[in-house]
């Protein structure tokens, strides 16, 4: 479907729709994906083999090792007087038929472990900062790596 309003509840991983003034939870496995806000969303069922928890993923690259986004919102329940929301990003590399997750450069350059040397004259020669925009580089680097290992 298409220009359909939609809208993510984070908290609660699902896509809401609003038509003639109600709000419709959409059956997530019935979604494939959404492109919402610069963002294209799509849906994975549970894969043990993967560890990968089903719901919305953002996709940051879709080539061959793909990087997902699982973005969350927990409720702080040691704060009695006030909710408090906190943020959670898991971010996956697609590497082979594995999603492995990645937090730090050092993680990522554990999945391409093949081309580390080529992946840290990228990074160097780019300037790109993991402490900036983590998310961005991991992206970045995921796309590099496919080029250069065709």
């Known amino acids: 479907y298409k220009n359909i309003p939609i809208l993510y509840d984070i908290h609660n991983d699902v896509m809401v729709s609003i038509a003639d003034d109600n709000l419709y939870t959409m059956r997530s496995e019935k979604v494939s994906d959404v492109y919402l806000l610069d963002h294209h969303f799509i849906y994975k069922d549970a894969d043990p083999l993967n560890n990968l928890p089903p719901g919305f993923y953002d996709l940051l690259y879709g080539g061959k090792s793909a990087v997902l986004v699982k973005r969350r919102k927990k409720i702080d329940e040691s704060n009695t007087t006030k909710i408090i929301y906190e943020d959670i990003i898991d971010i996956y590399v697609k590497q082979g038929d ?53």
Do not use: H, T
Request: charged share 35%.
């Open 98 to 150: 594995k999603y492995y997750p990645v937090s730090s450069k050092g993680s990522v350059m554990e999945v391409f472990k093949d081309k580390n040397r080529e992946l840290n004259q990228y990074l160097k020669d780019n300037k790109i900062k993991f402490n900036k925009d983590r998310e961005s580089a991991i992206a970045r680097l995921a796309g590099y790596y496919d080029q250069i290992n065709k």
